[in-house]
């Protein structure tokens, strides 16, 4: 056996505020003192390695000192205790109004997954993203114009388009938004959506853009453009909490997993 030493790249200011979040936990449920192998703060560390490093939780846990069983029992405890910090959709649209911003930008990225059954009415894969030729759940998610997340759906099956899912989760509120004064921004994906949230018009079928008048290809380009910001979210989610690449999970734990790293990074700065 060899030993050496580790450093966790997160900020230490992170893991105290979830080993607080998990004591209170405890507090709530009674747990008595000294009853649980593991103390809040090595619980946090095991959680923020899985959820920054990626790592396999039969190694987390034995890295921590317990077993497989009792290492997924501790990482699911933390998940719900983060997962119900996440921003509420209605208060960060309320929060976003109050703060003057122009716009919101809806997005959704797909979270892989490798622990995935069912099949659709027509016998394809539910879980199977065509757009992203892999297994995984379709979340949506809202950014501020500067790129800052703001808000996770749930998780739906991969086989789910962004506009169905959109509709699901976060279309009828941001339409009471839009009608505040705080538009959407989407990509074509939500062509349709409704009053109030702007896509990029699409060019004629088998024809280049430029086939578009000019007053549409600038509407395009601006669309596009304050989308820039947006459109990388999920891409600085995903390396900043790398567990989101590919949840090993229960496919029904994709969307508490997403909402458990979306309060981690509020916190990160």
Same mark, same amino acid.
């Given at each position: 056996?060899?030993?050496?030493?580790?450093?966790?790249?997160?900020?230490?200011?992170?893991?105290?505020h979830?080993?607080?979040?998990?004591?209170?936990?405890?507090r709530? !449920?009674?747990?008595?003192?000294?009853? /649980?192998?593991?103390?809040?703060?090595?619980?946090a560390?095991?959680?923020?390695?899985?959820?920054?490093?990626?790592?396999?939780?039969?190694?987390?846990? /034995?890295?921590?000192?317990v077993?497989?069983?009792?290492?997924?029992?501790?990482? %699911?405890?933390? +998940?719900?205790v983060?997962?119900?910090?996440?921003?509420?959709?209605?208060?960060?649209?309320?929060?976003?109004?109050?703060?003057?911003?122009?716009?919101?930008?809806?997005d959704?990225?797909?979270?892989?997954?490798?622990?995935?059954?069912?099949?659709?009415?027509?016998g394809?894969?539910? #879980?199977f993203?065509q757009?992203?030729?892999?297994?995984?759940?379709?979340?949506?998610?809202?950014?501020?114009?500067?790129?800052?997340?703001l #808000?996770?759906?749930?998780?739906?099956?991969?086989s789910?388009?962004?506009?169905?899912?959109? /509709?699901? %989760?976060?279309?009828?509120? !941001?339409?009471?938004?839009?009608a505040?004064g705080?538009?959407?921004?989407?990509?074509?994906?939500c062509?349709?959506?409704? +009053?109030?949230? %702007?896509?990029?018009?699409?060019?004629?079928?088998? $024809?280049?853009?430029?086939?578009?008048?000019?007053?549409? /290809?600038?509407?395009?380009?601006? +669309?596009?453009?304050?989308?820039?910001?947006?459109?990388?979210?999920?891409?600085?989610? $995903?390396?900043? #909490?790398?567990?989101?690449?590919?949840?090993?999970?229960?496919p029904?734990?994709?969307?508490?997993?997403?909402?458990?790293? !979306?309060?981690?990074?509020?916190?990160w $700065?």
């Amino acid at each position: 056996m060899v030993t050496y030493a580790a450093t966790l790249d997160v900020p230490r200011h992170i893991v105290v505020h979830l080993s607080r979040l998990l004591a209170a936990h405890r507090r709530r !449920l009674n747990t008595p003192r000294g009853s /649980r192998v593991l103390g809040t703060f090595r619980q946090a560390v095991m959680v923020l390695r899985r959820f920054r490093e990626r790592g396999c939780v039969h190694c987390l846990a /034995r890295d921590a000192g317990v077993s497989q069983a009792p290492g997924y029992r501790y990482l %699911h405890e933390a +998940i719900d205790v983060l997962a119900a910090q996440a921003p509420d959709l209605h208060e960060v649209l309320n929060r976003c109004r109050e703060e003057g911003m122009s716009h919101v930008i809806l997005d959704g990225m797909l979270i892989e997954s490798d622990r995935l059954t069912g099949t659709r009415d027509n016998g394809n894969d539910l #879980w199977f993203s065509q757009k992203h030729k892999s297994f995984g759940g379709n979340v949506q998610f809202l950014a501020a114009p500067d790129g800052t997340p703001l #808000w996770v759906s749930d998780a739906e099956p991969g086989s789910t388009p962004d506009s169905t899912a959109a /509709r699901l %989760h976060v279309l009828p509120a !941001l339409y009471k938004a839009a009608a505040d004064g705080l538009p959407t921004l989407a990509d074509k994906g939500c062509i349709g959506a409704g +009053i109030g949230v %702007h896509v990029p018009v699409r060019r004629p079928k088998g $024809k280049s853009e430029q086939a578009l008048d000019a007053d549409t /290809r600038t509407t395009n380009t601006l +669309i596009r453009d304050l989308r820039t910001l947006g459109e990388r979210t999920a891409a600085e989610l $995903k390396e900043r #909490w790398r567990t989101l690449k590919r949840v090993t999970l229960s496919p029904s734990r994709i969307g508490d997993t997403a909402r458990a790293a !979306l309060a981690l990074d509020c916190h990160w $700065k």
